[in-house]
């Protein structure tokens, strides 16, 4: 049983950076898809970003061309670069891994336990 432990988050203005790292308890390079979900009390969960054990990469389309998701399969760990970001960004952003990864996450296998991003001036 692989744990994720998301790292992180913070509280940052709008405009600026963070770049969030999830490691994991044991290799992942088995696990086709690792990402980024993120969710807002009282919303549902939303998939931000993942990346597959092939190379390929998916983006919500919020978050395209300022975030950026990369897995390392021999550090077992997965990054989301985040940039210009906005105060809807604002959330829990949860890793997870699995199969596949769908839009809510239900098909995951593997969760970490969240990392809070507060994008505000």
């Known amino acids: 049983q692989v744990q994720l432990v998301e790292s992180g988050g913070g509280l940052v203005q709008p405009g600026g950076s963070l770049r969030l790292s999830c490691a994991a308890s044991?290799?992942?390079?088995?696990?086709?898809?690792m990402g980024w979900y993120r969710q807002v009390p009282g919303q549902q969960r939303d998939l931000v970003a993942a990346a597959t054990s092939d190379g390929s990469t998916s983006y919500a389309d919020s978050v395209k061309g300022r975030f950026t998701i990369s897995r390392d399969n021999t550090k077992n760990t997965v990054h989301l670069q985040m940039s210009s970001l906005k105060p809807e960004d604002t959330a829990v952003y949860y890793c997870?891994?699995?199969?596949?990864?769908?839009?809510?996450?239900?098909?995951?296998?593997?969760w970490g336990r969240g990392t809070q991003v507060t994008v505000s001036s």
């Open positions: 997870a891994g699995g199969g596949m990864l769908g839009v809510r996450g239900n098909e995951a296998d593997y």
């Open positions: 044991g290799s992942i390079a088995s696990i086709n898809a």
